[in-house]
Nanobody
Framework: QVQLVESGGGLVQPGGSLRLSCAAS????????MTWYRQAPGKEREMVAT????????NYADSVKGRFTISRDNAKNTLYLQIHSLKPEDTAVYYC?????????WGQGTQVTVSD
């Protein structure tokens, strides 16, 4: 059974930090290109960061460059998103996404709320 389970979200003040995790199971994690997406209320889902199977190449949306860091631990089948200097506009549900060719998996999402 394939699962992607996000965790680590919550309520944080502006300027704060969080680390999101995505635990993968049921497939060969290291073979999958991984992406963090987010969807804010009333907005379309957007790509936040991507990472190749080996972790050797990463890519970020302009809005998060310098504040977000994507990483993975293939031994633990886990994807991470370290977030610093959070802003209210980072408030969204954050999803992890796995892709290998035409095979795609989504997690259920974790809520991040940035507010005083």
């Amino acid at each position: 059974q394939v699962q992607l389970v996000e965790s680590g979200g919550g309520l944080v003040q502006p300027g704060g930090s969080l680390r999101l995790s995505c635990a993968a199971s049921g497939f060969t994690f290291s073979r999958f290109f991984m992406t963090w997406y987010r969807q804010a209320p009333g907005k379309e889902r957007e790509m936040v960061a991507t990472i190749t199977g080996t972790g050797g190449t990463t890519n970020y949306a302009d809005s998060v460059k310098g504040r977000f860091t994507i990483s993975r631990d293939n031994a633990k089948n886990t994807l991470y998103l370290q977030i610093h200097s959070l802003k209210p506009e980072d408030t969204a549900v954050y999803y992890c996404h796995a892709r290998s060719g035409s095979i795609v998996y989504w997690g259920q999402g974790t809520q991040v709320t940035v507010s005083d």
